[in-house]
Each structure stands twice: as structure tokens, then as C-alpha cells.
């Protein structure tokens, strides 16, 4: 369930609760979105929406981080001789 | 970084399923908990790239097909009333109820509309003033802060024609009842990426400890599914049962604060029915009694009771992986998609859905040859 | 018929085509060709004699004419891209235009609602006008009728086509053999997208546009280049899903599609991730997919994109000999999966 989708803060259009709203940008289009559970979000971060309603602002280091550790594993497993089954690594 | 392609890469991805293949000294069975989750395993055939490695049991996490038939029904009769407007999201319309689902009750002339957002029928009531707008809130705790925020706004512009049926349910209970189940076959849980990102996953030390069992939050991203996997597999073959975030681009330790407050201020935990499942202990939100002017069951009429399962449906034994699809008697008999007797034949992801996909095929390919 | 298989306990027969019609058998998808099947020429038993195909070629002693029926409905009228009137007179010149016809005369009848705004009317009517000129097509004939308030949602729009069929440009989706390419003439899913997007009031900006256009320069420039076309079909409701389902009944092999070629508009990828639909699932109004031999593929995208309407066309697939699914899709890890016919219009979805 839960489809969650990244989209870039493009413009604030209302600060205050319960109608904190921003123009938010998914690919090609923008569409309004309720800002109300990422107060601090600032225009270019990108934020996770589900429904209607942003629910958290993506950690660009977090991302990076993940990517890079996948890619580490990947070129030790590679340079590793032989693979090793049972191996926990 | 723009959050999505990074995800797809297709060399990421292989070099992720060799290195799953390598770290496995036997088949583990894996649940994802989330049908989004389930989505991207089958749409991605990650599931066959994997099999004799890991087996991937595909959990209750359809908050549509979980939905009981009697919260269908309400809205069904809603629906038929005159000077109502039931709204929920596009997957809910296909769901039977008892005798036919919210689209067969729009064409008879019950007045249904399909919305992205809980906010968008909010709008509908703000320009019907004289129209009463139900909206049917289902989904996990990722959809609750949006239909908290609903009926925050709605009393803050002081709107008395709308209200919400609410059938909202949670995760960890479920998990809960398939781990203390005496003959599961889980071994490890891929939690669900979105519902952390609201809830945080420190709730998930204990459950891990108390059923030995590794836990790893997981997105949604071909990658993302992987590296979940990846993690759950090193953990079974060192025996260990931690929590770890792997989606940590998302999901903080405490989750939210702001959903998790705009929740707790409108909603309260209740046991709650599932659709073939029976009634989880704490399964379910519903509105607290100071918001019972936005409760369309204490307007509108109540939901009946949970509804008798079919006698033949096994889908709790589906739902808990103790059985397969194809062990259960009314599978592909008076149980298909178009006349689904329980969750997972409901959704196009549930279990018994995909079986009876997958069946058709190769039956097809057979008939032809 | 092969899609009733008996020894399965198949459930299809049930699958909610029932009592009483319900949208989804206007979405055009399995219950769409289950009505026609099953219902209207089984229904008109011998004096049915097209089988249910969208045009037919009728042997007049003056010669041969091409014949197409279309009704449309479209909510709302007007959408970003076009409106009901330029819908209707493409709509029946591509389907004359893909048979291998040149359109030339076109029947019109209006089914109107009580109390459409007189300015509305008058709105399509030119609408029609323009896109009768921009195809050369000529109006001979029509009909009006108005319903009461309620009983039609603004006005529906009855159309026949009739054409010359010049030569035949397809030898039809029989002929397909294994390692035939698939092409599409432009991006998929922006009608549906466009028509979804103002219909549910989605406030998406820029409104993502309807591709609705004519496609007869497209089918020429083909037959000018003579290229050796296979099969040719315009990809409207139930998407390019529903055309590749045909085809791979009609010609008994299995249809591939690879995701990662699939030209897909930047606006229509962000609403199909939004909403969690599917542009293979969703209805094009002018765009069509085409077969050619795997020699003639570089020469026939050539010739598309020479046209503007099909600028954006591209190889997207090919064919196989049959292995038991009908149609599959290559995902982006290169795993292939099944495609499943469409069951009903998509809906934006939170799963």
C-alpha cells in the first residue's frame, strides 16, 4: 500500500496550520500539496507525498549513502576471488 | 538526486540479487508487509530472480482488501442516499461488499466519486453545501495524517457536511498476530517504508526481540527492495533479530512528529475487524469521541459487525503463510478475482490474486501446445 | 473462441459483466470485448457479418467503400488539446486512416442535453468545422436530438466515416511472424491522462494535453515510403495494452514491449507515479502502434517522424513465437512479466 512519491518544493503558498500548502513539482508537473507535517521544508528540497499530503523530507545524504554502501559491497564481492556460499560478508 | 532513477538502476539492482544469492546458505522466507511493497517485487520479477534463495510470502498490507465488508456495505447505502456523496480513492471502488461494490452502486445511481485526496473531497463539500460528503478513509497510518488533517481543516473553516467513515488500520498489531501464530513460517519482516516514515520504527525493537525475528524497514525502489532483502538475509545467516532502516532517506528512528501529533489529536486506537483476518486487538483508528461531529457512523448509521467469513475461505491461513493459495478448497472455484471471498483475492496484489494470474497463464500456455 | 478455455473452471464469464452495464464495460477492456462478443453479435446472430471490428470494407457494385461507427462521450467536453468535436472527426479518420482509407465523408449526429449552454454548442460545432477542413473531410449528413436534463451529460456525438480505401496498408495481425518489430507513432497515455486530470480536478500545472490528432499524414507517409506494414492500430481506450492484446489473439504469437523504450511525456510520467497508474493502460486519441518486418523498422520510424503528428515515434517491442502469455512486458531489470488485458478504466490509486 502507501504509494509515496518524491516531488522538489517548488514555491510556499501558505505557512500557517492546518493549511500550510506549496506548489510542489513531480517530473514534468506541479501540483498543490499540504505541507502541514513538513514545516521546515524549503523550496528545491524534495518531499515525500502520499495523498495529497507531504509526509517527510528526503535525506539527500541518507540516499547518497545508500547508493554508495551498495556500490562498496558490489566491488568488494567483485574483487574478491571466489565467491564464498555461506559466506555472511 | 532526484529520488526515483537512482532507485531503478538496473546494474545496481543485479549486482544486489548476485550478492542475495551469495549470502544465502538455504531458502528463507521473507514477508513484505506492504502491498506496495509486493507491487514492485512482482512488477519487477524480483521475486522469480530469487527463488530458491528467498521465498517472499506477500503480507496483509492491502488496507483495501482488509477493509470489512460491512464499512463497504455503509458506503454502498450511503452512496444510495439522497443528498449524499461518498468519496474514497480509485482502489476502493472495485472492493464487494456483502452484495456489490461502491462502482456497481454508482451505476445504479448512487453518487460516488473517486478523489486523489482526502483534501480534494474536502473540497467537494466546501463547493456542495447542501450535498453531505462521506469520505470512506481507509488505508495505514501513512494515509491517517491526511485524513486527520481532513477534518482539522474542516472544523477550522467550520464545514458541518462533511464527515469520514473511518476504517483505518495498523500495521504492527498485524504483524503481531502473524508472528504469534504457532505454525508461521516467517522468518523475517521487510516493514513497510511509508508507514515508518509516519510511525518511526522504534516500536519494532521490542517485536523483534520478543519474537526473534530481524526487521528491515524497507522502500519501494527496485533497489530499495533489494538492499531490504540483502539486509534480512545477513541478519538470518548470523542468527541475529535487529531493526535496521533501510530507507533511511525517509525515515527517521521517531518518525514524523508532526503526522504522529496531527493523529494522535483526532484519532484513538480501537480493535478493528479485518477482512479475513477476524478482529486485530488495536488493529484500528477510530475518531476521538471530542471529533464525533465528522464520524459518519454516528450520523449516518453504524457498520455491522463483522460480517461471517465464508466457511471455505482460508485466506487468514494465506495471509499467514501457512498455506498457499492453491491448498485452499474454493481457490479458483467460487473464489476468483471477479467474485473474491477474501483479502487476498480482492486486490490485484493480494496472495490469491497473483496464484489465479500466474494460473491462467500457464493453464493458457498448456491449452495452446 | 480460445478465450474460453473450459478445462480451467474459467471465472471469466462472471467477471462482473452481469445484470446491469457498468462503466467498465465502456473502458475498453476485457468487458468491452466481452459485450461486443458476447452480447451484440452473438445478440444479432446472422445479420451480423463484421465480427466486431472497428471499420468495414464494404464491396459496392461502384466499387469498395470503407465504413466506420463511432460514438463519443467525453467528460468534460473540453479538455487541454482538444474537445468532443475535433475527438469525433479524428476518432473516425483514424479509424478509416489505420484500415488503409482515405476519409471522405463523415455522418454527424448530436445527442443534446437540456440546458447546454447555447455558446457550447456552437463551440464544437466550429470545432468540427476546423478539424473537417484540417483532414478534408466533408460533413453530408446528420441528425439532432435532445434529451431531458439528466438523461446525457451535456451532449454525446454520433459519427460515420466513410472512406476510399486506396490500397490496403496492412496485411492485417495475422500476418505477424516472429521478430516483427513494434513501433508507436508518439508518446503513450496522454489522452487519458489529459481527460483524467481536468475531470477529477487534479490541479495539475501545466495541465498535461490530450494527443488527440489526425493520423491519416502518418499512415501515408508509411505507404509513401512503402514500408511492408503488418499490422496498424490506433491505441484509444484500454491504451496500447488493448491493441497488443488483439493482436496477439489475432496472430497466435506473443508480443513483447520493452518498458525502458516506451516514449512517455515528462507531465504524463508525473501523474502516472502520482497516481500509480500505468501509461501502457491508459487511452491515446492519436497515437497508433504499428508491426513491421525487423528490416523495414528504421525506415518506417523514419517515415512516422517526418509527419508531425507522429514526431515522437519509436521502436518499442517486438514479436515472438508464442510462449503461453499473450502479451509481456520487459521491466527495467529485464525481467519479462505478464501484461495483463485491461479490466477497466485506470483509477488513481493509494496502494
Given at each position: 500500500m502507501c504509494l509515496g512519491v518524491p516531488g522538489r518544493v517548488c514555491e510556499w503558498l501558505e505557512r500557517d496550520p492546518p493549511f500550510a500548502r506549496a506548489l510542489v513539482e513531480f517530473e514534468g508537473l506541479r501540483r498543490e500539496v499540504a505541507m502541514d507535517c513538513v514545516p521546515e521544508a524549503s523550496v528545491g528540497e524534495y518531499v515525500v507525498v502520499h495523498a495529497g499530503l507531504a509526509i517527510s523530507r528526503l535525506d539527500a545524504e541518507e540516499a547518497e549513502s545508500l547508493l554508495e554502501t551498495l556500490d562498496h559491497v558490489a566491488r568488494l564481492e567483485r574483487s574478491a576471488d571466489e565467491p564464498r556460499p555461506g559466506g555472511s560478508s | 538526486m532526484k529520488f526515483v532513477d537512482e532507485f531503478r538502476e538496473p546494474e545496481t539492482c543485479r549486482r544486489l540479487v548476485d550478492e542475495i544469492r551469495r549470502a544465502t546458505t538455504r531458502q528463507w522466507t521473507l514477508m513484505e508487509v506492504c502491498g506496495g511493497q509486493t507491487h514492485g517485487l512482482l512488477r519487477h520479477g524480483i521475486d522469480d530472480e530469487l527463488r530458491g534463495h528467498v521465498e517472499l510470502v506477500h503480507g496483509p498490507g492491502c488496507p483495501v482488501c482488509v477493509t470489512p465488508v460491512g464499512a463497504v456495505d455503509l458506503a454502498v447505502e450511503l452512496a444510495g442516499r439522497p443528498g449524499m456523496l461518498v468519496a474514497s480513492f480509485?482502489?476502493?471502488?472495485r472492493v464487494p461488499g456483502s452484495r456489490e461494490s461502491l462502482m456497481s452502486a454508482r451505476s445504479r445511481g448512487g453518487t460516488v466519486r473517486v478523489v486523489y485526496s482526502p483534501l480534494d473531497a474536502l473540497r467537494l463539500a466546501e463547493e456542495n453545501p447542501k450535498v453531505e460528503v462521506v469520505f470512506l478513509a481507509v488505508g495505514f497510518e501513512t494515509t491517517v495524517p491526511a485524513t486527520a488533517l481532513a477534518v482539522r481543516r474542516a472544523r477550522a473553516v467550520g464545514l458541518s457536511n462533511f464527515s469520514l467513515l473511518v476504517s483505518h488500520v495498523r500495521v504492527l498489531p498485524a504483524m503481531e498476530w502473524i508472528a504469534a501464530?504457532?505454525?508461521?513460517?516467517?522468518?523475517a519482516f521487510l516493514a513497510a517504508g511509508h508507514v515508518c516514515t509516519v510511525t518511526?520504527?522504534?516500536?519494532y525493537e521490542a517485536f523483534a526481540r520478543r519474537h526473534g525475528l530481524p526487521v528491515v524497514v524497507t522502500g519501494f525502489e527496485p533497489v530499495d527492495l533489494l538492499a531490504g532483502i540483502l539486509s534480512c538475509v545477513r541478519q538470518l545467516e548470523l542468527g541475529s533479530a535487529n531493526v535496521e532502516n533501510r530507507y533511511g532517506r525517509s525515515v527517521r528512528?521517531?518518525?514524523n512528529p508532526s503526522a504522529r501529533a496531527l493523529v494522535d489529536e483526532v484519532y484513538e486506537v480501537c480493535d478493528r475487524p479485518w477482512r479475513g483476518v477476524g478482529t486485530v486487538p488495536a488493529g484500528g483508528f477510530r475518531l476521538r469521541p471530542t471529533w464525533a461531529e465528522f464520524d459518519a457512523e454516528s450520523r449516518f448509521g453504524r457498520v455491522a459487525g463483522?460480517?461471517?467469513?465464508?466457511?471455505?475461505?482460508r485466506s487468514a491461513d494465506v495471509l499467514a503463510g501457512r498455506?498457499?493459495?492453491?491448498?485452499?478448497?474454493?481457490f479458483g472455484r467460487e473464489?476468483?478475482?471477479?467474485?473474491?471471498?477474501g483479502a487476498p483475492m480482492v486486490s490485484a496484489e493480494g496472495a490469491c490474486a497473483a496464484y489465479e494470474r500466474y494460473r491462467r497463464s500457464t493453464a493458457t500456455a498448456g491449452d495452446e501446445q | 473462441m480460445s478465450s474460453v478455455r473450459p478445462s480451467l473452471n474459467c471465472p471469466l464469464p462472471d467477471a462482473g459483466d452481469g445484470e446491469r452495464i457498468s462503466l467498465a464495460h465502456g473502458e475498453g477492456g476485457r468487458l468491452s470485448r466481452l459485450l461486443v462478443e458476447r452480447r451484440v453479435v452473438a445478440g444479432l446472430g446472422e445479420v451480423a457479418?463484421?465480427?466486431?471490428?472497428?471499420s468495414a470494407l464494404l464491396d459496392w457494385p461502384t466499387g469498395p467503400v470503407a465504413v466506420t461507427a463511432d460514438a463519443h462521450v467525453v467528460?468534460?467536453?473540453?479538455?487541454p488539446g482538444g474537445d468532443i468535436g475535433s475527438l469525433a472527426v479524428f476518432g473516425a479518420v483514424n479509424d478509416l486512416a489505420v484500415s488503409g482509407a482515405r476519409p471522405l465523408s463523415l455522418t454527424l449526429s448530436f445527442l443534446l442535453e437540456e440546458g447546454l449552454a447555447m455558446a457550447t454548442f456552437d463551440t464544437v460545432v466550429a470545432s468540427v468545422r476546423d478539424a473537417a477542413h484540417r483532414t478534408g473531410v466533408r460533413v453530408v449528413t446528420g441528425d439532432t436530438k435532445v434529451v431531458p436534463r439528466?438523461?446525457?451529460?451535456?451532449m454525446f456525438v454520433v459519427v460515420t466515416g466513410i472512406g476510399n480505401?486506396?490500397?490496403?496498408i496492412s496485411a492485417g495481425p495475422s500476418s505477424m511472424v516472429p521478430g516483427d518489430v513494434l513501433l508507436t507513432s508518439g508518446p503513450l497515455g496522454r489522452h487519458g491522462v489529459a481527460v483524467l486530470s481536468v475531470r477529477e480536478e487534479?490541479?495539475?500545472?501545466p495541465p498535461p494535453r490530450s494527443?488527440?490528432?489526425?493520423?491519416f499524414d502518418s499512415v501515408d507517409a508509411l505507404r509513401s515510403a512503402g514500408v511492408p506494414v503488418r499490422a496498424m492500430r490506433d491505441?484509444?481506450?484500454?491504451?496500447a495494452t488493448a491493441v497488443l492484446h488483439e493482436w496477439a489473439e489475432a496472430s497466435g504469437l506473443t508480443l513483447v514491449v520493452d518498458e525502458h523504450r516506451l516514449p512517455v511525456t515528462p507531465e504524463v510520467r508525473g501523474a502516472c507515479e502520482l497516481l500509480g497508474l500505468d501509461p501502457l493502460q491508459i487511452a491515446n486519441e492519436g497515437t497508433m502502434l504499428v508491426a513491421v518486418p525487423p528490416q523495414a523498422a528504421d525506415e518506417a520510424v523514419a517515415a512516422l517522424r517526418s509527419v508531425p503528428e507522429s514526431a515522437g515515434a519509436a521502436v518499442v517491442g517486438e514479436v515472438r513465437p508464442?510462449?503461453?502469455?499473450p502479451v509481456l512486458v520487459r521491466r527495467v531489470l529485464g525481467r519479462e512479466q505478464p501484461l495483463d488485458e485491461p479490466t477497466g478504466a485506470p483509477l488513481p490509486r493509494i496502494c
Open positions: - | 480509485g482502489d476502493m471502488l501464530s504457532p505454525d508461521s513460517r516467517i522468518e518511526g520504527f522504534e516500536a528512528p521517531d518518525g463483522p460480517a461471517e467469513e465464508h466457511p471455505s475461505c498455506v498457499k493459495p492453491t491448498e485452499c478448497e474454493a473464489c476468483t478475482p471477479a467474485t473474491p471471498l | 457479418v463484421g465480427g466486431g471490428g472497428d467528460s468534460p467536453l473540453f479538455f439528466g438523461a446525457a451529460d451535456g480505401p486506396v490500397e490496403p487534479l490541479g495539475f500545472d494527443d488527440s490528432a489526425p493520423l491505441a484509444t481506450r484500454g491504451g508464442q510462449v503461453g502469455t
